[in-house]
C-alpha cells in the first residue's frame, strides 16, 4: 500500500493484494454498510430525526471511497443538529424543531442571499402578509436600480397554504456584477437580501486562453538569500518572480501566507494559520522596509547586530529555525517601527488601516492578550480565551495599556501587505500572465483570532472539521478545525468569504484552494465521537463560486480548486462549468482513475482542460526522491507503514514501473535510461514534464525541487515532530544548498526551464 496525503485530501496507490484486504475488511467491520444499498430506504427517509436533519443540510447517509453505503448514526445526527442550534434531544424536541423550521421558512419575507448568475433566470421566493409588498434594489456603488422590479412579481398559485402571500421574484437579467442588496417591504415589516451578482464562468485571461501557460511550484520560506534571517522571505520571493519571469514562467505557486503567532513558537504547517484574513508577517524583510534607510546609526547599528546574529543560518543545511529567525526579526521590526514614518507614509498606514476595517484591530487585539497574557492553548495557565471576549472591559483595557504594541501589530500588517505587492508588481514587471499564486488554506487554527473575536461565524466547541474513513485511515481523521456556520455565512450575504477572497487576490493572479470540497460540503465530527462518528454538513457552494467568480474577474486572475483524493464527479464537473480549474497529477493520474499501484497511467493527453497540471506535488517527495523510493524509506525509517516494507516497495515499484512504461511507449524516453534510473535520474524528471506538455490543461507547473534535482520530502503526512515538516531548505542532487539568487542559475532548473518552454 502506498498513502500520499495532499493538502487534507488522502490519494491513494494500492497493491491490488493490499486493496483487496483492506476492502474486505471495512466493509466486514462497518455497522452501516448496508450490502449493495445505494440510497436511504421510504421507512428512513420517513422518520422524523432524518427529515428534521435534511431540512437542516445535513446529510443522513453517504458513499464512502470504497463505494460502500454508509449511514450516519442517530447520536451523531442530533449532536451535529445542535452545533447549528437545532434541538433534536426528544421526540418532542425534533417535532417542535420541524415545526420551527417550516414556521420560519413560510415567514421569511425574503431569503438572506441570493445568488445571480449572468445569463441564467433567477427566481426568489417573496412570503408577504400584504398582498402589495414593495421593492428595491440598491446596487453595489450605492446607486439605486432603476428597473420596475414590481413588474417582475408574479404570484405563486402553488404556494403553501400557510402563507398568506407567496411570489416569486425573477431578478432583472440587467444587473452589473457585484454584492448589492434588495429591499422588501410587507406592510410594518420589511428584510433585506444580500445578491451575488456573478459571471456564469471566471473568465480566462486572454493570454491563458491562446495556449497553455507555465509556472512553478515553491516552498517560499525554503528559499533564502544573503539578505533573509535565516528562513526564506517575501523578499526572496520579489526576487524569484522575477526571475523566474525572465524565464519564461508565468506564475509561481507559493505555500499559504496566512497570519501565525505572533511570538514564539511558530507553527511549522502554513496550512494551520491563525487567520486567513491577514498575513504572515514573519516572511517580512526589515532591510526592504523604506524606514530602515533612514534609521540614525545607533538604530541601524542595532537591526544589523540582530541580522549578524541569524544570518548564518542562511548557509545551514539542516532544518530551519523559525523561532530564531522571527525572536530576531521581531526585535529589529520593533526598531524600525518606534522610528516613525514621514507625513506621507504615515498617511499611507491610516489608509491601509481604515480599508482593513474592524478585523484588522480585532487581530491586533488578539496579538497583544496572545503576547501579554500568554498562549491560547494553555487555557490552565492563560484562560483568557475561553473567558473572554471582544465585549469584555479587560480587552479594552489590555488595548489601551498597550497602545504601542496594539499598533505594531497593524503596522506589521500594512509592511506584509507592501512586500507582497512589491514581489507581485515585480513578477509583472518581468512578463508573467498571472504572477504569484496564492494558496488558500481549508480552515484556521481553534484558538485563533477569528474564533476568538467573532464566535458566531464558526460552529465552535462542539464539533471540529476532518474527513470519514477511507485507505488512509479507518478510522478516520480529525484536523481539529472549527468550521463556518453555514448559516452564519447565509445570514450576512458570505462577507467574512467575501473579504477574504478579495485580500488574497488584492496581491495575487491566481488562488489556489485547498481542499476544495469544502465548498460544497464539510464532515462535522461532534466531540468525544472520534474522526470516524462524523456528518456531512452541506454549504452553498453557488454562493461562494459566486464569490469567487466576482473577485477573480474583477482582478483579471484565475481559480484553482485542489480536487485530488475522495472527491465526487459531480464537484469536478460543476467547478469546470463555473471556470474553476481542477488539478491533476501526473502520479495520481490513472487510466480511469484505478487506485491500483501497477495499473496503467493516463496519457496526458486525457486530462482535463480547466486544470493546473503538474508532476506532483508538496505531500510527496521531489520526484527524484520519489523515483529512488524516498517515501519508501522514509515511512520504514519512521515508523509509519502499517505493513511489511516488502509489500510496500512492491506497490511503490510497481507504480514507477508503469510510470516509466508509459514514458517509453509514448516516445519521451529512452528505453535504456528506463533501465538504469540512478544513472538517468534528470532525463527522466525531464521527460515526464516533457510528457506534460502533451496535456491540454490551461496551465502547467513544475516544481523547484524538482528543477534542482532536490530528494528530500517537505512534508511527510501523517508526522507532526517525527520529521521536520515545512522546514526543508532547497538543496540540489548533491545536497548543497541553493540560494535564491543561484536557482536561475543552476544548470538543471535552466534546463527543466527549457522543456516547460517547449524547447
Known amino acids: 500500500m502506498m498513502v500520499i496525503a495532499v ?23 462497518s455497522p452501516s454498510s448496508q450490502g449493495t444499498q445505494r440510497e436511504e430506504s421510504p421507512e428512513r427517509l420517513a422518520r422524523p430525526l432524518i427529515r428534521l436533519a435534511k431540512a437542516s443540510g445535513i446529510s443522513t447517509s453517504y458513499i464512502d471511497q470504497l463505494g460502500t453505503y454508509v449511514e450516519i448514526k442517530d447520536d451523531v445526527l442530533v449532536s451535529v443538529l445542535a ?3 437545532v434541538d433534536a434531544s426528544s421526540d418532542d424536541a425534533i417535532e417542535a424543531s420541524l415545526e420551527t423550521i417550516h414556521r420560519a421558512s413560510c415567514n421569511q419575507l425574503v431569503p438572506p442571499t441570493v445568488v445571480v448568475f449572468s445569463g441564467a433566470a433567477t427566481r426568489v421566493p417573496v412570503h408577504a402578509v400584504t398582498a402589495a409588498p414593495e421593492l428595491s434594489l440598491t446596487l453595489e456603488n450605492g446607486e439605486a ?18 402563507i398568506p402571500h407567496a411570489y416569486t421574484l425573477t431578478m432583472p437579467d440587467d444587473l452589473p456584477t457585484g454584492y448589492h442588496t434588495l429591499h422588501v417591504t410587507d406592510g410594518e415589516r420589511s428584510a433585506d437580501a444580500t445578491i451575488l451578482s456573478a459571471p456564469a464562468r471566471i473568465p480566462v485571461p486572454e493570454p491563458v486562453a491562446q495556449h497553455h501557460r507555465w509556472g512553478w511550484m515553491t516552498q517560499m520560506y525554503s528559499m533564502r538569500s544573503k539578505g533573509s534571517w535565516g528562513v526564506g522571505d517575501y523578499g526572496d520571493l520579489k526576487e524569484l518572480l522575477h526571475d523566474a519571469g525572465k524565464q519564461g514562467a508565468d506564475f509561481m505557486l507559493i505555500n499559504p501566507i496566512h497570519a501565525g503567532t505572533p511570538i514564539p513558537p511558530i507553527e511549522p504547517s502554513p496550512y494551520l494559520p491563525e487567520s486567513r484574513r491577514f498575513l504572515n508577517v514573519t516572511y517580512i524583510r526589515p532591510q526592504q522596509i523604506e524606514e530602515y534607510a533612514e534609521l540614525n546609526t545607533e538604530d541601524r547599528a542595532q537591526v544589523d547586530a540582530l541580522y549578524d546574529s541569524v544570518k548564518a543560518a542562511n548557509d545551514n543545511p539542516d532544518p530551519l529555525d523559525l523561532n530564531a529567525s522571527w525572536t530576531a526579526k521581531r526585535k529589529a521590526l520593533w526598531v524600525i517601527y518606534q522610528h516613525g514614518r514621514s507625513t506621507e507614509r504615515q498617511a499611507a498606514f491610516e489608509a491601509f488601516v481604515k480599508a482593513a476595517g474592524p478585523d484588522l484591530d480585532a487581530f491586533a487585539a488578539w496579538c497583544v492578550a496572545f503576547e501579554v497574557w500568554g498562549a491560547p492553548w494553555e487555557e490552565d495557565k492563560n484562560p483568557w480565551f475561553s473567558t473572554l471576549n471582544r465585549d469584555s472591559p479587560e480587552v479594552a483595557a489590555l488595548v489601551r495599556e498597550h497602545k504601542d504594541l496594539f499598533d505594531f501589530q497593524r503596522w506589521l500588517q500594512w509592511i506584509a501587505d507592501e512586500q507582497v505587492a512589491q514581489a507581485q508588481a515585480a513578477a509583472k514587471d518581468a512578463g508573467m500572465v498571472l504572477g504569484l499564486m496564492q494558496d488558500m488554506a481549508v480552515g484556521v487554527h481553534a484558538y485563533g483570532v477569528d474564533v476568538w473575536w467573532n464566535p458566531e461565524r464558526f460552529a465552535v466547541g462542539s464539533v471540529t472539521v476532518g474527513c470519514p474513513p477511507d485507505f488512509y485511515n479507518q478510522q478516520g481523521q480529525d484536523w481539529g478545525q472549527p468550521p463556518f456556520n453555514p448559516r452564519y455565512l447565509e445570514r450576512t450575504g458570505y462577507r467574512v468569504y467575501r473579504e477574504m477572497v478579495h485580500n488574497v487576490f488584492a496581491h495575487a493572479g491566481a488562488v489556489r484552494i485547498d481542499h476544495v470540497l469544502g465548498l460544497f460540503r464539510l464532515w462535522w465530527i461532534p466531540k468525544g465521537e472520534g474522526a470516524k462518528g462524523g456528518a456531512y454538513v452541506t454549504y452553498n457552494y453557488r454562493a461562494m463560486l459566486a464569490v469567487l467568480s466576482i473577485e477573480a474577474s474583477r482582478a483579471g486572475g484565475m481559480v484553482i480548486g485542489e480536487d485530488l483524493g475522495t472527491v465526487p464527479a459531480y464537484v469536478s464537473q460543476v467547478l469546470a462549468d463555473h471556470g474553476v480549474l481542477g488539478t491533476v497529477v501526473e502520479w495520481f493520474a490513472r487510466v480511469n482513475n484505478s487506485p491500483t499501484a501497477g495499473d496503467p497511467y493516463a496519457d496526458p493527453s486525457t486530462y482535463r482542460k480547466y486544470a493546473l497540471a503538474s508532476v506532483t506535488t508538496h505531500d510527496l517527495p521531489p520526484t527524484a526522491g520519489y523515483l529512488e523510493f524516498e517515501h519508501v524509506k522514509l515511512r520504514e525509517e519512521l515508523h509509519l507503514l502499517s505493513e511489511p516494507v516488502e509489500e510496500f516497495q512492491k506497490a511503490a515499484s510497481a507504480e514507477r514501473d508503469a510510470m516509466l512504461k508509459l514514458l517509453v511507449d509514448g516516445g519521451w524516453l529512452d528505453a535504456g535510461a528506463a533501465q538504469d534510473v540512478p544513472a538517468h535520474e534528470q532525463e527522466i524528471v525531464e521527460a515526464m514534464h516533457r510528457m506534460l506538455l502533451n496535456a491540454p490543461s490551461l496551465l502547467l507547473q513544475a516544481a523547484l525541487v524538482d528543477g534542482t534535482g532536490e530528494h528530500h520530502t517537505q512534508n511527510q503526512p501523517g508526522t507532526s515532530t517525527e520529521y521536520c515538516n515545512w522546514r526543508v531548505p532547497l538543496h540540489d542532487a548533491d545536497g548543497n544548498l541553493v540560494h535564491t539568487d543561484e536557482v536561475f542559475k543552476n544548470p538543471r532548473v535552466l534546463s527543466l526551464a527549457a522543456v516547460m518552454r517547449g524547447e
Open 83 to 85: 452545533a447549528l442550534g
Open 145 to 162: 436600480y432603476d428597473g420596475d422590479l414590481n413588474a417582475l412579481l408574479i404570484k405563486d398559485a402553488d404556494a403553501d397554504p400557510a
Open 7 to 29: 493538502g487534507t485530501e488522502p490519494v491513494i496507490a494500492y497493491s491490488r493484494e493490499a486493496k483487496e484486504r483492506i476492502m474486505s475488511d471495512q466493509t466486514a467491520s
